[in-house]
């Protein structure tokens, strides 16, 4: 480019000279020779380096801004999701009752006859818990029924009754009819419970047989029910003191180990808490056995209001969650600390000290607690030590190096962090 300047210029003046031909005489001057400076100053790189670029790619994602225009780190990691279903669970149930027919001979007959009945409270057997309502997810009654002794003449069959059970598909009670062998379906039954206690009704039918039948002495029509395999979606009542031990844990974690590496960086107010979601209907208080912060040859306490054991919030309808902060009172110390890993170690505890639920407890089979860590890093503080590098790529092969007689690199740097830096190029 230096080369084809100094021919653009002398063409430039010939025109000049040329045309002004009546200013100037070419027979009064004549040029002997040319001597031109030219100067070419382009620029052959730029870029721009943010605040994103001080913290690792990694971390960069984490950069929020608040409504004053403040730029903040904001981290949040779920710790643990944990359930306390397995405290409840409804236990299988057998039972046997029996028929007793007087001997005699029975006459023919052309309609059912309802013979005789049995009415009893069944108790499903759960301690502590006291349930007041079960909606099932799965479950069956299986039954079986015979004569004895054997009467292949007599026909007969079982109404089974349970009054407090509610199909929520039909809004019907259940009422099923059993001989022989088989089994009913409890699946989207919902019973209302009497402190785990319901009602159960068998009626003995006498089928209609054109021809009469003779009873033995001493002969009985038994039944066997068995609940098993049930499972609920959702119970109310009161669940009973009791506590579930979570297996002790160590999470891996990146939000304090990863930025400014190699950097001396304190924040002003940083904001570390732990939101514990409930979604269980019952009063709740979870107990931080070890909480400490960890990195390789060391360990440090975490420090949190309110302590443990901590009161946790429970929702009022099912289906719903509610929150409890805590907060981390050594916030500063834990960041400059720079943990990889969180160790804890927590129990939880419902209905501490209580004997009865008002308003009911309950709990849906998705219900869980969840412990997320959540930071506010503001970039308020001060730092030093940190250092950014990059590499530029300048093209300079269109250019005749052999024709360069000098060639200088001019920086315009323009800071709008409030950091001092020093620019190096190597």
């Not at 039918?205 to 098993?228: D, E, M, R």
């Not at 107010?269 to 390789?296: C, H, M, W």
């Not at 969840?370 to 506010?376: G, P």
């Not at 030093?384 to 360069?404: F, H, M, R, W, Y």
């Amino acid at each position: 480019m230096k080369s084809v300047l100094p021919s653009l210029l002398i063409c430039i003046a010939c025109a000049i000279i040329f045309s002004c031909g009546n200013i100037i005489d070419d027979k009064d001057y004549k040029i002997d020779s040319a001597r031109l400076n030219p100067q070419l100053a382009m620029p052959i790189a730029f870029g721009s380096m943010s605040i994103k670029d001080i913290l690792s790619s990694k971390d960069s994602q984490y950069v929020k801004v608040y409504s004053d225009g403040l730029v903040y780190l904001a981290y949040s990691q779920t710790l643990k999701s944990g359930d306390i279903r397995n405290l409840i669970s409804v236990p299988d149930q057998t039972l046997n009752r029996s028929f007793p027919l007087p001997a005699g001979t029975i006459p023919p007959t052309a309609q059912d006859i309802r013979s005789d009945s049995i009415v009893q409270v069944v108790d499903f057997g759960l301690s502590p818990e006291q349930l007041s309502e079960i909606a099932f997810k799965s479950g069956s009654i299986n039954y079986s029924t015979s004569v004895s002794p054997s009467n292949p003449n007599f026909n007969y069959e079982i109404i089974v009754s349970l009054p407090d059970f509610t199909s929520t598909t039909t809004n019907s009670v259940f009422l099923k009819k059993a001989s022989g062998n088989g089994s009913f379906s409890l699946q989207n039954y919902v019973a209302l419970l009497n402190n785990n206690k319901f009602n159960l009704k068998l009626v003995l039918v006498i089928k209609q047989n054109p021809s009469a039948v003779t009873i033995a002495p001493g002969t009985v029509v038994n039944i066997s029910l068995s609940f098993a395999g049930m499972d609920f979606a959702y119970i109310k009542g009161f669940f009973g003191d009791q506590t579930v031990n979570v297996p002790p844990e160590t999470l891996n974690i990146s939000a304090f180990s990863t930025s400014f590496k190699g950097a001396k960086v304190s924040f002003a107010q940083p904001k570390i808490n732990f939101t514990v979601t409930n979604d269980y209907g019952v009063p709740l208080t979870l107990s931080f056995l070890t909480l400490e912060a960890r990195k390789p040859g060391a360990a440090l306490p975490v420090q949190i209001n309110p302590q443990s054991p901590i009161s946790v919030t429970s929702p009022t309808t099912l289906g719903t969650s509610s929150q409890t902060s805590v907060a981390v009172t050594n916030a500063n110390q834990l960041l400059n600390f720079a943990p990889d890993k969180f160790y804890y170690n927590v129990s939880a505890r419902i209905n501490a000290g209580l004997v009865s639920a008002n308003p009911p407890n309950f709990m849906a089979d998705t219900s869980k607690f969840r412990v997320n860590l959540a930071a506010e890093l503001p970039l308020y503080g001060h730092a030093s030590d940190i250092v950014l590098a990059d590499t530029a790529s300048i093209d300079l092969t269109d250019v005749d190096q052999s024709k360069v007689d000098k060639a200088f690199l001019k920086v315009k740097v323009s800071n709008e962090i409030p950091l001092e830096a020093n620019v190096q190029f190597y």
